[in-house]
């Protein structure tokens, strides 16, 4: 058997991961997608528990405090969390995990698990992703600005990570990252097929 498989999504803000996370669960109903904590304030829409569990300022420090996060970030005066509780049980009940995280996120959760695989993600151009953040809406523009000059700050962290997609067209990032899947699900199966090689040496594969 393998082991399950820990898949991080990130990337700067407009590279389009919330919808590439989504694509991937519609083609990979076996992912479970792990939803964050945050203190920031639900947008039009959002429930409680689908996106996000949202949760008081004290209660997130207590889950700090707690050990219950096993990562978490500030993001222009909003914290956001991973539960460390509900990844460790979904991968020892041997489900594959999905995560949409900021890029640093990425890097620490890699420090817990270093079998987790790292894909960021990059908009096709800066003209593109500032149009898809103008187009989701939910930034000011002195807060557009911001995420627009991070961008390019965020890219150095790429080199981090295991896999570069660029999100040119939804569709096709999401089989890109199938692609990924499946090559991570074999070689960890392969992995695990590692007394093949003693057994051949004993002469009984070679036969
Ligand atoms: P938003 O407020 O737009 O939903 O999310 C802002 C950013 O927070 C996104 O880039 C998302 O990837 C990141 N994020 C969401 N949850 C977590 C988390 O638990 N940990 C980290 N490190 N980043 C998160």
């Known amino acids: 058997m393998r082991r399950p ?9 407009g590279a389009g991961k919330g919808a590439l996370c989504q694509g991937l ?8 997608f792990s939803v964050s ?23 997130f420090r207590e889950m700090v405090r707690e050990g219950e996060l096993l990562e ?4 222009y005066g909003n914290m956001y969390g991973t539960p460390r509780r509900w990844v460790e049980d979904t991968l020892a009940a041997g489900r594959d995990v999905l995560m949409d995280l900021e890029v640093q996120g990425g890097l620490r959760v890699k420090r817990c698990f270093p079998e987790a695989v ?18 989701r809406g939910t930034e000011t523009e002195e807060e ?15 080199a981090r990570y295991d896999y ?12 890109v990252v199938s692609c990924i899947i499946e090559a991570e699900r074999h070689r ?9 090689g003693r057994w051949g040496r004993k002469g009984g594969a070679s036969g």
Do not use: C
């Not at 498989?5 to 803000?13: A, D, H, K, M, R």
């Not at 978490?72 to 993001?75: M, S």
């Not at 570069?164 to 089989?175: G, K, P, T, Y």
């Open 164 to 175: 570069l997609v660029v999100n040119d067209d939804l569709q096709r990032a999401v089989e």
């Open 25 to 32: 669960l519609a083609a990979h109903p076996e992912l479970r």
């Open 118 to 135: 790292l894909v960021f993600v990059v908009p096709p151009s800066l003209k593109e992703m500032e149009r898809r953040l103008r187009e």
């Open 72 to 75: 978490w970030v500030e993001i």
């Open 5 to 13: 498989l820990v898949l991080v999504i990130s990337g700067p803000s």
């Open 188 to 196: 960890t199966e392969r992995q695990d097929l590692s007394f093949l």
């Open 37 to 59: 904590v945050t203190t920031r304030k639900p947008r039009a829409g959002e429930v409680d528990g689908s996106s996000y569990f949202f949760v008081t300022p004290e209660r």
């Open 144 to 158: 557009l600005r911001r995420r627009m000059e991070e961008a390019t700050q965020l890219l150095q962290y790429a």
